[in-house]
């Protein structure tokens, strides 16, 4: 098996679409993700895969916080916006609308439901790391319909 012939097959996998984001002193950062479950109940815990080579990485190591951000099926555009890469910037988000939580990290405006993490560890795995976040705080923001992504398309439930 290659790399293509994989993520061909685990793109058989649907899965929700999220913008992990951290504030590093000021600087902010967020990256689309798909690689994001829950891990455990007791201590709430969940993960979120990031390449080594991500902007985000780094951000999520020198932080020791990251918010995971739901997106509605209405979000397409801000999954696409944090798909690319970019340099983190001081006090904004791409231009993404936004709020600092309790905890210090962006919160983006109009998600589905956010998550606030403690980085409770961080496991090398390959090209990636895989981000164990303690849950801190959290909410459901709206109730309609997550932007899903399913064998290299995004869809909608329904």
């Known amino acids: 098996m290659n790399s293509r ?22 600087r902010l950062h ?34 020791e916080r990251f918010a995971v951000n739901v997106l509605g099926a209405d979000q397409r555009a801000l999954s696409d916006l944090f798909a690319h890469t970019q340099e ?8 993404a609308p936004f709020r600092l939580a309790e905890h210090g990290v962006p919160i983006l405006d109009g998600t589905l439901a956010h998550v606030e993490c403690r980085l409770a560890a961080a496991h090398r795995a390959g090209d990636h790391d895989i981000f164990v976040g303690e849950a801190l ?17 995004y869809r909608v439930l329904g």
């Open 137 to 153: 705080a959290g909410r459901i923001e709206r109730e309609d319909p997550p932007l899903v992504f399913f064998r290299g398309r």
């Open 88 to 95: 983190p910037e001081v006090g904004e988000l791409r231009g």
């Open 5 to 26: 012939a994989f993520r061909d097959l685990l793109g058989s996998f649907a899965t929700g679409v999220t913008v992990i984001t951290t504030n590093d002193r000021g």
């Open 30 to 63: 967020g990256m689309t993700a798909n690689a994001v479950c829950s891990v455990s109940l007791d201590p709430l815990l969940l993960l979120v895969c990031v390449d080594r080579r991500a902007h985000c990485h780094q951000q999520v190591l020198a932080a």
